[in-house]
């Protein structure tokens, strides 16, 4: 009986600790090595931002805070603290499945949206108690800088980026707080109406989950930042906003998973077809490329969009490696196939892919063949006037891509706020997830490390996002209003000029 207890806690040990239940110390430490050990042979990235001495301080801290039992939940924040030090955007570390829809139950959730704006957190729903843009300072007397900053672990992204940190923020605020400081079922919230500096306090009731969601659904900033966070039903759009001026929308780059896919061939027919316009009518000077909620998709749907924006030959990168050939730690590698022998199948093509792209060992990187990343050329039709790009810190993966090679290879003026994706590289094109064998945290991260083909330019910083050459932020008073902030902008530049 005691070998079939053994045997159960190994195959189930989320399913014998409660949500508040302490684990043995020996435990955690055995998961946390295993993180390390992954990382290290697996991630590629984790030196790209830190030093080996800065991984290592993180990893003693962490270690230190193992002296003593803990809960799945602090030993979980713990472990987040680790991969956004990092600083990948393709980094993604989450509780086991039945832990979190345990946690997930109850009224016990903050119950607004709020938006987090020039670090103010406003109130982003239409409600009987705060009213829309009021600015929250306090919440059950912690006050807002610090509820900000520590939610910063939930939401990783490229560098030392932290503007891309207000996209988690804003669409998860209250499922951070009850990560944070746990279930509550009411909120003293002190505030301050729009446009006025005297503070008053309210006391708010928490919401089940579910209504939660409903209500971000309802958000006050919906007809603005529905593409944000939404599904995205017109992957781009061409329209005409004057008559010397264009607009191109291009929300996502998830358009086809390859060059050979149909959705992709329709794609580059469309933008052939509107650049062809364009190429027609030379009294079209101006146009508007507005990325601002590309958070990335698949190749070569970036590479295709620039390259009728540059008039100059470019790759999709300067290098690329990764660390292994062979998969690191299999025994805790999850993979998409269920039955061993396919499992086996799958492990073996993986790796067989792997090989033949990132065939060549140089110290201990295997470098991606030239073949896979061939110089590129413009598109004959390629437009000849003046680019505005609109950024924001949603733009991340091929899209902070995209962004980076119109910033660093054409004159276009970039109109907006900075992106979380890194202005000269990142860690991306492909995932691999790992479960820890005890607490069964699922952990998954990117493997190739690359550099973009991102020349150093002055106001591009190493470990930051795309900066814009005009920051534009929406205001409180647009913000009420729904405007439009960046996009009313550069139709002003545009008549400026």
């Known amino acids: 009986m005691l070998y079939f207890k053994t045997l159960l806690f190994l195959i189930f040990p989320c399913l014998l600790f409660s949500q508040n239940e302490k684990w043995p110390a020996a ?27 800065q991984i290592d301080s993180i990893y003693s801290w962490a270690f230190s805070e193992l002296k003593k039992p803990k809960s799945l939940l602090d030993f979980y924040k713990i472990v987040l603290k680790i991969t956004d030090f990092e600083g990948s955007v393709h980094n993604n570390t989450t509780l086991p499945d039945e832990f979190q829809k345990k946690y997930m139950s109850g009224k016990v959730f903050f119950p607004y949206p709020v938006k987090l704006l020039s670090n103010k957190i406003i109130v982003n729903f239409q409600n009987s108690e705060i009213p829309i843009g009021s600015q929250i300072h306090k919440i059950n007397g912690i006050k807002i800088e610090k509820i900000i900053s520590r939610f910063y672990k939930y939401y990783t992204t490229d560098g030392y980026n932290i503007s891309g940190k207000s996209i988690g923020i804003s669409a998860s605020f209250g499922r951070y707080f009850e990560l944070e400081y746990g279930p509550k079922e009411h909120f003293l919230v002190e505030y301050s109406l729009p446009d006025q500096t005297q503070k008053q306090s309210k006391t708010i009731a928490a919401v089940s989950n579910d209504q939660r969601k409903e209500n971000f659904k309802n958000r006050h900033s919906l007809p603005i930042d529905s593409l944000f966070y939404g599904e995205i039903k017109n992957k781009y759009t061409f329209k005409l906003t004057a008559p010397n001026t264009a607009l191109l929308s291009i929300p996502t780059f998830a358009i086809g998973m390859n060059a050979k896919d149909k959705e992709h061939i329709v794609y580059k027919k469309y933008l052939d077809s509107c650049f062809q316009l364009l190429s027609l009518h030379p009294e079209i000077k101006n146009l508007i490329v507005d990325v601002r909620s590309n958070g990335g998709g698949s190749d070569p749907n970036d590479l295709v969009a620039f390259s009728y924006l540059t008039q100059k030959p470019y790759r999709e990168n300067t290098s690329a490696f990764i660390n292994f050939q062979k998969i690191p730690y299999p025994q805790y590698f999850i993979y998409q196939e269920t039955e061993p022998q396919k499992k086996l199948e799958e492990l073996h093509e993986f790796e067989a892919e792997l090989k033949e792209e990132y065939p060549e060992l140089k110290g201990q990187q295997y470098q991606q063949d030239p073949k896979f990343n061939r110089l590129l050329q413009p598109d004959k039709n390629s437009f000849k006037g003046q680019i505005y790009l609109l950024i924001s810190p949603r733009i991340a993966s091929a899209g902070s891509l995209f962004a980076s090679l119109v910033a660093g290879h054409t004159d276009a003026i970039i109109i907006g706020e900075e992106t979380m994706g890194g202005y000269y590289g990142h860690n991306g094109h492909t995932p691999v997830e790992y479960e820890l064998p005890n607490t069964k945290i699922k952990t998954q991260f990117s493997i190739v490390n690359l550099e973009q083909d991102a020349p150093k330019k002055p106001n591009q910083i190493f470990g930051r996002g795309v900066i814009p050459d005009h920051e534009v932020i929406q205001t409180i008073d647009d913000f009420v209003q729904n405007k439009d902030t960046p996009f009313e902008y550069t139709l002003k530049l545009i008549d400026q000029k």
């Open 27 to 53: 435990k955690l430490k055995q998961d946390l090595s295993t993180f390390k050990e992954i990382r290290e042979k697996a991630n590629s990235g984790v030196y790209k931002y830190r030093t080996k001495k």
